[in-house]
């Protein structure tokens, strides 16, 4: 299916505070480029001393396996999904409605950045629709309001990413459509 650009784009200066926030990220990814899961007993969430500590499996030996990543968790999670390295089980109820989508949408109002382009179907491998629609983001191209200060914040795509999901220090992730690639009316 083809891309659906957002029907239109403002120009936006990008904030200092943003900008400050972003170099903080970067000296962030920097430091967490080492590709080192700690221990279990080291990690501050498990109990050293809990009886669980020698039958839990490392995450050294669970992840070292899997697609190689510089960011997060250190795992490329979509790459060891469609490799097939790892193969969780979609529903636990047999009843439970196993939804996809496969379309993108490109998020392109302020062009300071290259274009976004948000894949429904890296996202409906892991997660029903209801995780985004209609709370989070209402299901109509264009409609929502987007704010990179807003997702540093742990809103909108920020309340998965650097969660549960790829950091934001890696914004070409998202980032990922250059400008010039835009058909004319979406195009500054
Ligand atoms: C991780 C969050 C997320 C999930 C999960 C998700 N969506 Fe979306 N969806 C979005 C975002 C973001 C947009 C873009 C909204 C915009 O452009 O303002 C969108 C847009 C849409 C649109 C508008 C598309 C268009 O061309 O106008 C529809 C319809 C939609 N989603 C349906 C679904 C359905 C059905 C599912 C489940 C199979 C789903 N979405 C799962 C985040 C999600
Ligand atoms: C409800 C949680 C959630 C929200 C909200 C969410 N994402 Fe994601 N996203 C994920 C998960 C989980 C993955 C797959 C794991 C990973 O790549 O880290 C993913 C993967 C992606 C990928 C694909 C990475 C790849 O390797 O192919 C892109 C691009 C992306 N997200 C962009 C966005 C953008 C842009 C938004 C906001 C419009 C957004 N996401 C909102 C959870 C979310
Ligand atoms: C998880 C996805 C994601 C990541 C990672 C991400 N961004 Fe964004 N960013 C967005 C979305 C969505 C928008 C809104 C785009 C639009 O509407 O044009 C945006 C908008 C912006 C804007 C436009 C001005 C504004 O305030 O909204 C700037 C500048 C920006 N991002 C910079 C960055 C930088 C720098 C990084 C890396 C440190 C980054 N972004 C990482 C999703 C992301």
Known sequence: MPA???PNRLPRPVPRALAAAAAVLAATALAASAPIW???EKDGIHDPRGPGITLLQQPAEALSVLPRDTAGNHVRWVQALDSGAIDPRSNILPGTEVRLRTDDLIIAKYGSMPAVKFPHRQHTLWLDCSNCHDQ???PVAGANT???MAILNGEQCGLCHGAVAFPLTECNRCHSVPNASLPRPVRR
Request: hydrophobic share 50%.
């Open 136 to 138: 989070l983001f209402k």
């Open 38 to 40: 700690r221990p279990l």
């Open 146 to 148: 987007f704010s990179m």
């Open 4 to 6: 659906v650009p957002h």
